[in-house]
């Protein structure tokens, strides 16, 4: 297994190891600040301010939050904070939204559904770091030839587009040929699971579902109250939706007037990504197999505190063995 390495730009400045996935229309600047503050790497993806020309306005509130906030506690700065950005050809605002990143010299991007050299090429050039999403090893292989940084290993159980690799399977690959920064995502929602993913090699724990449940996150209260009351018997793994396989929740495909056990499949070539397939995601609603850890909506500084308790509580109980 190859040596890790030292974690490159932004990445070397978070607290706690922990990265906030992307939510499509529920993560939002509110969202993400309190992340980054409470010490986790805050992450919205561009898509969610809509119209376009808001990315602008939301990328300066971010900046300026955390500037000021930096400034009056340089004793606990906050997180670096990422932007999403899909890299499929149905994203017609990718170029423009890219170039506002630039703009704003956004610390860290989460590149997902392709890999385009001068995407990470954009970030590289104001000193960014590119992390990109994949379900397997040879997708993980292409995105390092073609420039990104890391790798966000999308393992089984995680919310929303998934693949389904076991965790333990996944992580061993990647660290044999790849020695730079790799998230582990798939059904991680207390800080036993954190510590989890770091013994298994990796240097975060990416985590989006248990955030839906925060007063922060922009869903509905019935999509909160549903995550809060939902286990992993809820979820549905599916293509229906984009084209895409993901994991979502069985009740709110049962509100739509469809039957979970009896989905149709969606071939890969009718995969849409653009702002007309945005009802898809409001009515049916993705999330992962470990919210049956969520048991309340709170805001997020107290869900992160929770994460840390229970990750120096999972480091104790190892050395009692």
């Known amino acids: 297994m190859a040596e890790k390495g030292v974690l490159p730009g932004a990445l070397a400045q978070v607290p706690f190891p922990v990265i906030a996935a992307p939510l499509f229309l529920i993560s939002n600047p509110e969202l993400l600040i309190a992340q980054c503050i409470s010490g986790v790497v805050g992450a919205m993806p561009a898509l969610n301010a809509r119209p376009s020309s808001q990315l602008r306005d939301w990328l300066a ?3 300026e939050t955390l500037a ?13 904070f990422a932007i999403n950005q899909i890299v499929h ?13 630039v703009r704003f010299k956004v610390p860290i991007i989460i590149t997902s559904l392709g890999a385009r050299p001068e995407i990470n090429a954009a970030a590289h050039s104001y000193g960014g770091v590119v992390m990109h999403d994949v379900i397997n090893d040879s997708f993980a292989r292409k995105a390092i030839e073609k420039g990104a940084d890391g790798l966000i290993a999308v393992a089984a159980g995680a919310g929303g587009h998934a693949g389904l690799k076991s965790p333990f399977a996944f992580i061993q690959e990647l660290r044999q040929w790849f020695n730079g920064p790799v998230a582990l995502s798939g059904s991680i929602a207390t800080g036993g699971a954190v510590l989890a993913a770091r013994a ?30 939902s286990s992993s018997d809820d979820i549905v793994y599916t293509n229906a939706f984009t084209g895409v396989h993901g994991n979502y929740l069985a009740p709110s495909i049962r509100n739509a007037g469809l039957d979970p056990s009896n989905l149709p499949f969606k071939d890969k070539n009718e ?31 107290a869900l992160i505190a929770r994460l840390k308790r229970e990750y120096e509580q999972a480091k104790l109980r190892l050395l009692e063995y």
Not at 89 to 101: F, G, H, P
Not at 203 to 223: C, P, Q
Not at 275 to 298: L, Y
Request: with cysteine.
């Open 68 to 80: 000021a906030h930096n400034q009056a506690h340089p004793d606990r700065p906050a997180a670096p």
């Open 89 to 101: 050809k149905s994203n017609d605002r990718l170029e423009s939204d890219m170039q506002e990143c």
């Open 271 to 301: 995969m849409d990504f653009s702002s007309s397939n945005v009802k898809a995601w409001r009515d049916i609603w993705g999330a992962g197999q470990g919210i049956g850890a969520v048991k309340e909506v709170v805001h997020t500084h």
């Open 200 to 229: 298994m090699g990796a240097d975060f724990a990416y985590i989006g579902s248990a955030f839906i449940a925060t007063h922060e996150a922009r869903a509905s209260k019935d999509y909160k109250d549903c995550v809060v009351n």
């Open 61 to 63: 509130q971010i900046t």
